[in-house]
């Protein structure tokens, strides 16, 4: 067991400081305060179980098993952070409540706590082994992984919002709340496994060397998030399905009013342009201004941004004396991304950029021989 306890104080270290950068980092300040709290829990259950496994014996069994009782606390903690990173919130009184399955658990398991000391010699004098509990550990997998569903459906919920109301949506989209997320995953299938087969090298100090690399994805992506904007107040929804099948009457000028300040101002330039800023500057409300996105050019308000975006690439791309790279002529357009745009491109074109531009040159090279 040394080989695992130099991994785990390795991993300990790694949340020491993983915590306190997060603490101190004023990005999303109040999300990262709860995120920094778990690291540091995580922290403190791998130097307890170092320890343990170092040196095996009575002197560490209580604390061993308390720490052991620590998974219930990370499904909920995941999901608290993910509620309040997506509200814009400090951590308040009505978060608590996610914190009681770690308190059923600690009475559920009161037992161990009221052992005397001969009893726990004894214990280890036939060998420390646990009486397995089926139950308790089936209860932990489902809680656990029933947080880490409701935090990933929560931030669906915020990307949809996101993108019927930001052009930078996808800059936005927590894409390291969702490789958290698969982590865990992971992480809870390892145990699993260790649960239900026997195979000799999947066992317990896998499943927290596991987590030691979990802790490295938290900190290279945690550190590299970009700020969330507060929620805006909630409007009327104006999806597909919600929106009044009968157009209203002003849905025609508020049409030709995106279309004259999208041609005339270029709006989709800009990088980080909102439905709100878009609507003031129509002099529109925007709740209209979302239902004729939605129902006039089919799509959420990133979607129409975005095709805009491409049809202003691809007119710099069917240029010959354009020779600035594409990367240059996409941020130039208003992307912020290069995956974000090579995604869009060829989503809505049917071809990478690189291939769009080569094929029309070489059209064009081809009827300008022909013509010769």
């Known amino acids: 067991m040394a080989f695992w306890s130099v991994v785990f104080i390795v991993g300990a270290s790694q949340a020491a400081w993983l915590a306190l950068a997060l603490w101190r980092r004023p990005v999303n300040r109040e999300a990262n305060r709860v995120l920094a709290a778990w690291i540091a829990l995580i922290g403190f259950d791998l130097v307890v179980k170092a320890l343990y496994f170092q040196a095996p014996g009575p002197a560490w069994y209580k604390l061993y098993r308390f720490v052991g009782l620590f998974p219930f606390f990370y499904g909920s903690l995941f999901y608290v952070y993910v509620r309040v990173l997506t509200e814009a919130r400090a951590f308040g009184r009505r978060d608590l409540i996610h914190l009681l399955g770690f308190v059923a658990a600690l009475l559920v398991k009161a037992d161990v706590w009221l052992q005397s000391p001969a009893a726990i010699d004894a214990h280890f004098a036939n060998g420390a082994r646990l009486a397995p509990s089926p139950w308790f550990d089936l209860f932990l997998f489902g809680y656990s992984l029933g947080y880490v569903a409701a935090a990933l459906w929560r931030v669906h919920v915020y990307r949809r919002r996101l993108h019927a109301e930001r052009a930078d949506a996808d800059r936005l989209s927590l894409h390291w709340i969702t490789t958290m997320a698969i982590s865990q995953a992971v992480i809870w299938a390892i145990a699993t496994l260790q649960w239900l087969s026997n195979i000799p090298w999947i066992d317990y100090p896998l499943i927290y060397g596991a987590v030691v690399a979990w802790m490295f994805t938290v900190g290279y992506l945690s550190l590299g998030q970009a700020a969330l904007p507060a929620p ?109 745009f090579n995604t869009a491109f060829k989503r809505e074109v049917g071809q990478t950029p690189s291939v769009y531009r080569q094929r029309h040159r070489q059209d064009a090279a081809a009827s300008a021989g022909g013509g010769d």
């Open 232 to 340: 805006a107040p909630t409007a009327p929804d104006t999806s597909p399905s919600m929106v009044d099948p009968v157009d209203d009457a002003r849905f025609p000028a508020v049409e030709a009013r995106l279309v004259q300040l999208m041609r005339d101002e270029q709006l989709y330039r800009e990088p980080a342009l909102s439905i709100g800023q878009l609507a003031r500057r129509s002099g529109y409300p925007e709740y209209l201004v979302s239902a004729v996105i939605n129902r006039r050019f089919a799509g959420t308000f990133w979607d129409y941004i975005n095709r805009l975006r491409i049809d202003a690439v691809r007119r710099c791309l069917d240029n010959a004396d354009d020779e600035r790279t594409i990367l240059d002529i996409a941020y130039a357009s208003g992307f912020t991304s290069k995956s974000t």
